[in-house]
């Protein structure tokens, strides 16, 4: 195995490590250790971003050209945001809860050999706003994977307390209002990022129109116009609670769906990549 | 040949034996109590009664001198009259015993070992409480004077020397847990109790400890409601007053001893419409209760009542079952020991009507 594979595979295991200490924990009924999942998330996160560094420099750019590179790079998001919110939060299962989604993510993207089979260098032609776009494009798709997995926290809690059940192991969940202000954060930054990354891609497709995939565009435009109503709804106190976070984890599974349509229309489409500095079709949630 | 002495004879309902509509319909009001002890101290054969009414209980003690089974039969039909509950389905409900098995009950109770909410220490204040009353009505005779004596005892040493008591979940305790489970940070909750009972007061003064600053107490009793305040730091809201405010409350607890609904479901959607991403956490405390049941299924409303939160303490009193067990046995050889002192030739042959058990969560005294 490559250096930069086993290296990022090594990271998906050390986040299981973090999930299944979390999990042994609660069926012991006892709180997670919050430093020991937090220092393993770290270690994890530092091996996974030198493998993903190493794969960048091979491939000679953000390192997103197959599924692989791309569900690596989305578990990366997950884990970044955690490490930059967390501490914010201080909420201790936000890492137990991303670390499992970031193995999860990881290690389903290393359990079939061929999505690494092809490796697309210069994927971005020497573009850096296109690389710019796919980066904050699957930075976004991580900070809704979180969202989506927070919002199942939310249910699960919701579900609880409605039903008067009172699961011992699941009394270190955060509360109703945690989730809730958690959630709204994680929508407005993901949408933020998403929009941004958007931004730069339209730019991109005004300047190079052929180089789009009408059923990506579609698909993000969509994406992108679903969240933003499910935000407004939000900040005008009509969507909440229970619905947003049913809606925050069905719209996560469209955005990966999306990302397999991408993948398809790719395969059927792509064309050679262009030559350095100028625009290529890019496969990224964003990329239009 | 001299007049054996009055026995001792139990009828009552529990939690364990009816449901809470049926405990509801059998609460009694300050008047009825009064109306059942008049009744009681006219009753024929019935020389001492003291009557033990919770929110989860019903129980007369009497010592009679007539048969058990005819004492019985008084003692539910009085029961009836006064509650206007019919006696048919009020007989289908209810338990009797005599003698020690109603000794041994006695004990269990006043341990907390029969309430819903196991090892729960409320229950030998009531049981005390009790006690006075019948004293102050002259239907305190000499055994039962001796019996609810030793009772107090037995419980004391329960609680001191038992497991039953070691990480007890009070009520008030569970609702902070769960308010805690929807809130996180309670100090920012704005909280509400409406009536100023003996349990509405435990739970208040719960979540004053645990930091709530907004906390304010309306009740129908100016006096002992300005009490709590005090004790709470909290403020006082007229009782007139507190529906217009009821959207302001983050944690409304509700104690009071009305006999009907207080807060209908229109009044809580109502509420959450005007506060609707902000969660609304309704503690009915009350028997007969005080917010409408169906209120709970609106979204982000969170409503529990007396009987959720003892099951919850239940259910972090389960690690300690063996801990109940062994002061089931404990208690029982003390209902022994005292009941060798007082009756042992004295006990009425066991009645027909003691054939309806006693409920199943205090089992077999056998």
Not at chain 1, 94 to 107: F, R, Y
Request: charged share 15%; hydrophobic share 50%.
């Amino acid at each position: 195995m490559e250096p930069d594979r086993l290296l990022m595979v090594i990271g998906a295991l050390v986040y299981t490590c973090a999930a299944a200490l979390t999990l042994a924990s609660l069926a012991r009924r006892q709180p997670p250790p919050h430093q020991v999942v937090f220092g393993l998330v770290l270690i994890g996160f530092g091996i996974q971003s030198t493998g993903l560094h190493l794969r960048g420099v091979s491939v000679g750019g953000c390192p997103i050209g197959n599924t692989f590179e791309v569900l690596q790079f989305i578990s990366w998001s997950v884990i970044l945001v955690y490490v930059f919110t967390g501490a914010v939060y201080r909420v201790t299962i936000l890492g137990a809860v991303s670390a499992t989604l970031a193995a999860v993510l990881a290690l389903t993207s290393a359990a079939v050999p061929a999505w690494d089979a092809t490796r697309r260098t210069n994927l971005f032609g020497g573009n850096v706003w296109v690389e710019i776009h796919a980066a904050l494009a699957f930075l976004s798709y991580g900070i809704f994977g979180l969202l989506a997995a927070t919002s199942v926290l939310f249910l699960l809690q919701n579900y609880s307390l409605k039903k008067k059940l009172w699961p011992s192991r699941l009394r270190f969940l955060p509360s109703v209002v945690q989730l809730e202000a958690i959630n709204l954060r994680l929508l407005a930054v993901g949408f933020a990022v998403f929009t941004t990354a958007l931004c730069i891609a339209f730019i991109h497709v005004f300047a190079h129109p052929a180089a789009v995939f009408p059923t990506k565009l579609l698909s993000t435009v969509l994406l992108w116009i679903a969240y933003g109503i499910v935000l407004v709804l939000r900040m005008r106190q009509s969507l909440f609670g229970r619905r947003l976070a049913w809606v925050n984890a069905v719209l996560f599974l469209f955005a990966l769906v999306t990302l397999w349509s991408v993948e398809a229309s790719r395969k059927d489409n792509s064309p050679e990549p262009p030559p350095a500095a100028q625009a290529a079709p890019v496969r990224s949630p964003g990329d239009s | 040949m001299p007049e054996p002495p009055p026995a001792i004879v139990l009828v009552g309902v529990n939690h364990a034996s009816a449901s809470l509509a049926v405990r509801e319909a059998l609460s009694l009001s300050a008047g009825q109590l009064e109306d059942l002890y008049d009744r009681l101290a006219r009753t024929e054969g019935v020389v001492g009664a003291v009557v033990l009414g919770t929110c989860n209980r019903v129980e007369i003690y009497a010592t009679v001198t007539t048969s058990a089974d005819t004492a019985m039969t008084q003692l539910e039909s009085l029961l009836s009259v006064v509650t206007t509950y019919p006696v048919e389905p009020l007989r289908e409900v209810s338990y009797g015993a005599t003698g020690l098995d109603a000794l041994r009950h006695l004990y269990r109770v006043a341990a907390g070992l029969d309430s819903q909410m196991v090892g729960e220490t409320e229950i030998l204040g009531q049981v005390k409480a009790s006690y006075r009353q019948a004293e102050e009505r002259k239907l305190l005779n000499k055994p039962l004077h001796r019996v609810f004596q030793k009772t107090f005892q037995a419980a004391k040493w329960a609680r001191t020397h038992t497991g039953i008591c070691e990480g007890q979940v009070s009520i008030g305790n569970v609702a902070v847990e769960l308010a805690q489970r929807i809130f996180g940070d309670l100090a920012p909750s704005k909280t509400l109790v409406i009536g100023s009972g003996e349990v509405g007061r435990d739970v208040a003064k719960a979540f004053a400890s645990r930091g709530v600053r907004a906390m304010a107490i309306a009740g129908r009793t100016e006096d002992r409601a300005r009490a709590l305040a005090e004790e709470t730091g909290g403020r006082i809201v007229p009782f007139a007053e507190w529906p217009q405010t009821l959207p302001d409350w983050d944690i409304v607890i509700c104690a009071t001893s009305a006999q009907h609904v207080l807060i209908g479901k229109d009044a809580v959607a109502a509420a959450i419409r005007r506060r609707p991403a902000r969660p609304l956490f309704l503690i009915d405390l009350a028997v007969p209760r005080d917010i409408e049941a169906g209120s709970g299924d609106l979204q982000n409303v969170y409503l529990y009542n007396f009987a959720d939160l003892a099951a919850i303490a239940n259910e972090n009193l389960r690690h300690r079952q063996a801990a109940v067990e062994a002061c089931h046995h404990a208690l029982d050889e003390r209902a022994r020991s005292l009941w060798h002192t007082i009756g042992p030739a004295r006990e009425a042959p066991r009645p027909a009507a003691a054939a309806r058990p006693l409920p199943g969560s205090i089992g077999s005294y056998n």
